[in-house]
């Protein structure tokens, strides 16, 4: 009888074992069949249309709460639609942003021709109107720029490479850019009514700049291809730019204390020497205490090491110095270009922010080789590296990221604004363009001879020459950041004659922009693999 209920309950919780089983497995698969659903879902979110789509209305929104924040916080008057100067300062940067964008994919041209139409469509329709204290805020926000773009030239240069520069980079660095300042500097003074040789000199400085925005990713692109990289074409111009950038930038300082200064002729005279003297001094008393000031990363770790102390890891603490340096370097070099013109040394500052920026930068490096050459066993990944100077830190690399980021967000307030200032009622003169075209062709032959003149005899065939000749065409960051400025101090410095000659320095300055940029970035993308040889 025992024997016979216990087989009748061994089958009873077989049968049940097999139910439940059986249920197990119709549960799984419908939560397979569910969960295939959702991953499906989620997988036709990540596609092109659904993503695209999704990054669109994620910038409306910020727009939208950006918007919305500003009119519930400033006054109505501010933000009114048009005329309020807060109003059109956000619509512009919107639209700058935009129409970069737009033109960038649409017509594969540099996005600072789309922020400068942007800017001069919205001024010379009406929607543009600041005043008051905003007016302020724009020339606040155009120095900030203006700093930005100082520190990532300073930054970018490399010591090392400095001293290894050849004879054809260091003619190419100087040469041009001087011998083109110099020739539209003289036409400026003889053709333009009222312009004084100084202010002439200020125009060619302004104009003889090379545009980094323009060059560098074509010739990266060309770079990937193949093309230009037997000779070293790409590296030869991508280091003679930063340079070429560096002259322009400290003979417009010098020459902006020559105008503004006051006093006799004698103390306009030394006014560019002491420009020179202060502006070096202090960017190198800057740069050296940001070398130690923060304390380095590894610095911090050891310290965390001895004390015991594990609450910080090493990413959490290479963030905060980075943090901490770019702070430092980017607000003492804010301080000094906009403290320059206060005190009356208004070509002190930009230089002193260079000079900073590149000490501090060659410091890190340095630092970073001979901590590397002392703790082997910490750094292993780096014992089989011969040249310590090409030994970069990862501090030094996040602190040009943040440069990288802070210049992408600060594009639309240096070629949008500066769109602004160009009004059709200045071109309605007709003299205003036809002279400034003249000038700018001027300086571009005296610069295209020079250029060929420095490059001959250096082992570049003719056509890499010609090619040269097209790269070292494009005009536009440095005379964006350049032109408003000499703008905003003739307005709180100068006289009515001052102001005069500088707005119609920004004028050319534009128009150099417009016509130049997308020369010499087709032309560089289109004559690149014609005249240069593929590297095999």
């Known amino acids: 009888m025992g024997d016979r209920n216990g087989a009748m309950f061994g089958s009873e919780l077989h049968h049940n074992q097999d139910d439940a089983r059986v249920q197990f497995t119709d549960n799984r698969s419908a939560a397979g069949v569910s969960g295939g659903d959702t991953a499906a879902s989620a997988s036709y979110c990540d596609n092109r249309l659904p993503a695209t789509a999704a990054s669109v209305a994620a910038a409306i929104l910020a727009v939208a709460i950006a918007w919305t924040l500003l009119y519930v916080n400033v006054s109505p008057e501010l933000m009114a639609m048009p005329g309020g100067s807060l109003a059109s300062i956000f619509v512009l940067y919107v639209a700058g942003t935009v129409a970069g964008q737009l033109i960038t994919k649409v017509g594969g041209l540099p996005p600072l021709l789309g922020m400068m139409l942007a800017g001069i469509a919205l001024q010379n329709s009406g929607l543009y109107n600041v005043t008051g204290w905003c007016f302020h805020l724009v020339s606040t926000m155009r120095e900030a720029a203006l700093t930005v773009i100082l520190v990532k ?20 660095t100087v040469l041009p850019c001087v011998a083109e300042a110099v020739a539209a500097g003289v036409a400026a003074y003889f053709i333009l009514p009222d312009f004084s040789l100084v202010w002439g000199l200020t125009l060619g400085f302004t104009l003889s700049a090379v545009s980094p925005a323009v060059l560098v990713p074509s010739l990266f692109r060309l770079k990937r291809l193949g093309y230009g990289e037997e000779k070293g074409i790409n590296t030869l111009l991508i280091a003679a730019s930063s340079l070429d950038d560096a002259v322009s930038i400290s003979a417009f300082g010098i020459l902006l204390g020559v105008l503004f200064s006051n006093g006799s002729l004698t103390s306009k005279i030394i006014q560019g020497p002491i420009d020179v003297a202060i502006g070096t001094v202090l960017g190198l008393i800057w740069g050296c205490v940001l070398i130690f000031v923060p304390p380095s990363p590894w610095a911090m770790i050891y310290n965390e090491r001895e004390n015991k102390v594990q609450n910080t890891s090493k990413s959490e603490i290479e963030n905060s110095v980075t943090a901490k340096r770019s702070f430092l370097l980017g607000a003492g070099g804010f301080l000094a270009v906009t403290g320059s013109q206060w005190c009356g040394y208004p070509g002190a500052g930009p230089l002193a922010c260079i000079i900073s920026a590149f000490v501090a930068g060659t410091g890190w490096r340095k630092r970073s080789a001979e901590h590397k050459r002392n703790n082997p066993v910490i750094s292993t990944d780096d014992m089989d590296r011969e040249d310590s100077e090409e030994i970069e830190e990862d501090g030094e690399l996040a602190v040009v990221q943040v440069f990288e980021h802070a ?5 639309p307030v240096l070629f949008a604004f500066i769109g602004t200032d160009l009004k059709f009622e200045l071109l309605k003169r007709g003299d205003m363009v036809f002279l400034g075209l003249i000038v700018l062709a001027f300086g571009l032959v005296i610069r295209l001879m020079v250029t060929t003149c420095s490059v ?7 056509k890499e020459i010609l090619f040269i000749n097209i790269a070292w065409l494009p ?12 703008l905003d101090i003739a307005r709180s410095l100068g006289t009515v004659e001052d102001i005069e000659c500088a707005t119609r320095l920004v004028t050319i300055a534009v128009i150099s922009i417009l016509l130049t940029a997308p020369i010499g970035a087709f032309g560089i993308q289109l004559f690149g693999p014609r005249l240069l040889p593929k590297t095999r």
Request: charged share 15%; hydrophobic share 50%.
């Open 407 to 411: 210049w992408t967000c600060l594009q």
């Open 456 to 462: 001959v005899g250096s082992g570049f065939s003719r």
């Open 475 to 486: 005009k536009a960051t440095v005379q964006a950041a350049l032109a408003p400025v000499a």
């Open 153 to 172: 030239g300073g930054l970018e240069l490399n010591a090392g490479q400095l001293r290894r520069l050849s004879g054809v980079v260091a003619r190419l």
